[in-house]
């Protein structure tokens, strides 16, 4: 009679080992997910405060633009107010669609792309939009990962009780920014 009962403290340290083990791992993918998105927001924030100087140097060029330089402005304050990925995600699209816009009027302008400090930040933001678009794939990842630990066995049997949920993909969602930005001067 021992016997069984060391085998039935066995299973159940070994099943209190296999949870430990489980939810660990499940906390380390979840921390993941949560670095991989605060890269994200670095780099969303280095290019807004790259954005001001470009805008300032197109402003001298473009006075009648007065509606790009308002709406990327309003982008700007509604990034630092955002509470949400999600929220940060929508502002972030319509920043590329107005940043577009921005590059498709200064090609308007040939004194303005000769400058050299006008070369120099759009050569910085092209790097920011690189460093960015490094870190989305670095995220989606994670999440990719998380997410399959979060709903596949064994993880799928402490999910519940321990408060793991999915976490949410970074995309491009509308189709208008996938399309070119057409720039038209009356």
């Not at 402490?158 to 038209?184: L, N, Y």
Request: glycine share 2%; charged share 25%.
């Amino acid at each position: 009679m021992e016997n069984w009962h060391v085998a039935l403290i066995a299973v159940i340290v070994l099943l209190i080992v296999c949870v430990i083990l489980v939810y660990n791992s499940l906390v380390r993918k979840r921390n993941t997910v949560e670095s991989a998105w605060s890269n994200i927001d670095v780099q969303l924030q280095r290019r807004y405060d790259l954005i001001p100087n470009l805008v300032e140097s197109v402003k001298a060029y473009a006075k009648h633009e007065k509606d790009i330089f308002e709406r990327i402005a309003a982008l700007r304050t509604s990034f630092q107010n955002a509470t949400s990925p999600k929220e940060i995600e929508t502002i972030d699209q319509e920043m590329n669609v107005a940043v577009k816009r921005l590059f498709a009027i200064a090609e308007n302008y040939p004194d303005l792309k000769a400058s050299q400090n006008f070369l120099m930040l759009q050569e910085s933001l092209a790097g920011t939009e690189n460093r960015i678009a490094y870190s989305r794939n670095n995220y989606n990842h994670a999440v990719m990962s998380y997410n399959t630990a979060i709903q596949t066995f064994p993880g799928i049997l402490i999910v519940k009780p321990f408060g793991f949920v999915a976490k949410e993909f970074f995309e491009v969602e509308d189709s208008e920014m996938r399309d070119a930005v057409q720039v038209k001067f009356d």
